[in-house]
């Protein structure tokens, strides 16, 4: 029987300590605000910035959306994340991609300081993971983070086990790759130039889509020993518009042990990431 990985009972466990922290937070004098900057109107990123909010506001956190407009100017720009990064008052902030093409020059990664950015993309952060080292008062990217997490939690093993990534973006597949090999595990980080991706993924024990090819990953992707767990990243719209992984569920959910939906696996255990980095960015100020 395939071991569906569903983000709910988890969410419901770890949504309990969440709220249990901010509230000891609150009585400690700080009530953890996140700030998320949302430039134009990108459906997409309307309804991601929503589900944010509304889960941080769950937790007992704050959570103030900067809709900012499509032509915002550059100095505008950088100015409100500068007064962000100088309030005292707000513990993390993220900025919402993609930007606008006349925003793309920046070296998003930079712009929050390490100490607020709690979406990981800071080299200081990125540094953390890489030399697996002050995990836990650094931030580790979201999506990354909430798939360690699913897995773990799931008790699915990941020490010595074969892993295939599929993309190799900054904000999923390298640090990605970094947290299993700090697990232990063993990884072969495959894109769009490598060859016989098939071969590779047939070979490995866990299965990492994190491209955005609507059902890329079917079949011909899949060992025949049923063993193998398939996680997908990917959040693309079918030809119905309907939201959809880059697995093709219904065509390899049988012939996997286990394997995460869409919706509800990947995606949920991304804010659940975020909103456990926001309550660390607070914590970390209890210390100071
Ligand atoms: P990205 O920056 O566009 O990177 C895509 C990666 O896939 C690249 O490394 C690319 O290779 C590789 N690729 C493209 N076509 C390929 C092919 N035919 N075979 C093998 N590799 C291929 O994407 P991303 O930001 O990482 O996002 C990937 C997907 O995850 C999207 O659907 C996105 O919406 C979703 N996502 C979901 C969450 C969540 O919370 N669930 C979070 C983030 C992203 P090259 O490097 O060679 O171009």
């Known amino acids: 029987m395939t071991q569906i990985l569903s983000a709910a009972p988890i969410k419901k466990k770890i949504t309990k300590e969440l709220k249990s922290d901010c509230k000891f937070l609150k009585e400690n004098g700080i009530h953890p605000y996140l700030k998320v900057i949302l430039v134009g109107n990108n459906p997409a990123s309307l309804v991601y910035t929503a589900s944010k909010k509304k889960y941080c506001e769950r937790i007992g956190a704050k959570c103030d959306i900067i809709a900012l407009d499509e032509q915002i100017e550059l100095i505008k720009f950088l100015t409100i994340i500068d007064e962000i990064n100088h309030d005292n008052d707000v513990h993390g902030c993220i900025i919402q991609l993609p930007l606008p093409k006349h925003l793309l020059h920046l070296d998003v990664g930079k712009l929050v300081i390490q100490e607020k950015d709690v979406d990981g993309f800071h080299p200081e952060n990125l540094y953390s993971v890489l030399s697996n080292q002050n995990i836990e008062t650094h931030f580790v990217s979201c999506t990354p983070k909430g798939i360690i997490t699913l897995l773990r ?79 997908d990243v990917g959040m693309n719209t079918n030809a119905n518009g309907e939201l959809c992984g880059d697995v093709n569920f219904e065509k390899i959910k049988d012939l996997v042990s286990a394997i995460t939906p869409v919706p509800g696996g990947v995606g949920p255990m991304t804010i659940i990431s975020l909103a456990q980095n926001l309550l660390q960015a607070s914590k970390n100020r209890l210390s100071l």
Not at 163 to 192: D, E, Q, W, Y
Not at 208 to 221: C, K, N, P, Q, Y
Request: with cysteine; charged share 20%.
């Open 153 to 231: 939690e799931s008790q699915i093993e990941i020490a010595n086990k074969r892993v295939a990534i599929i993309g190799r973006s900054m904000i999923v597949g390298k640090p990605l790759a970094c947290l299993f090999t700090n697990h232990n595990a063993t990884v072969t980080l495959c894109h769009s130039k490598t060859q016989n991706i098939r071969e590779i993924t047939k070979e490995c024990d866990i299965i990492v889509s994190a491209v955005g090819i609507a059902h890329l990953v079917d079949e011909t992707f899949i060992s025949n020993k049923k063993n193998q767990v398939v996680v």
